[in-house]
């Protein structure tokens, strides 16, 4: 059994910073892809940032340059620093996990968080 917890999310204004955490729990010693994705109200779901076993990092055009994912092996537990936040990244943002081969967005995920709100006012 795999579970994520997303946390870190809250009201910011534009320009401002915020810094989310998903921490995933589990009984085995696998170990996990654990990428970002985030859905803005009437939008389908984006990925956003992975990065690799090797810590190679991959980021969408909306937040590159902006945004750094990184993760803590240790802790099983993967960060997104948000910087320079605009209006248009407001949205829930969600961790997900699968322990196969490889790290992007495109894979196929079949453990997820909850999500946590980003509202970024203008």
């Known amino acids: 059994q795999v579970q994520l917890a997303e946390s870190g999310g809250g009201s910011v204004q534009a320009g401002g910073s915020l810094r989310l955490s998903c921490a995933l729990s589990?009984?085995?010693?696998?170990?996990?892809?654990m990428p970002w994705f985030r859905r803005a109200p009437g939008k389908a779901r984006e990925g956003i940032a992975s990065?690799?076993?090797?810590?190679?990092?991959t980021y969408g055009d909306s937040v590159k340059g902006r945004f750094t994912i990184s993760k803590d092996n240790a802790k099983n537990t993967i960060y997104l620093q948000m910087n320079e936040l605009r209006p248009e990244d407001t949205a829930e943002y969600y961790c997900?996990?699968?322990?196969?081969?490889?790290?992007?967005?495109?894979?196929?995920?079949?453990?997820w968080g909850q999500g946590t709100q980003v509202i970024v006012s203008s």
């Open positions: 990065i690799d076993f090797d810590g190679t990092t």
């Open positions: 589990t009984s085995t010693s696998s170990s996990y892809c």
């Open positions: 997900a996990a699968h322990s196969g081969w490889g790290c992007t967005v495109a894979d196929d995920f079949p453990y």
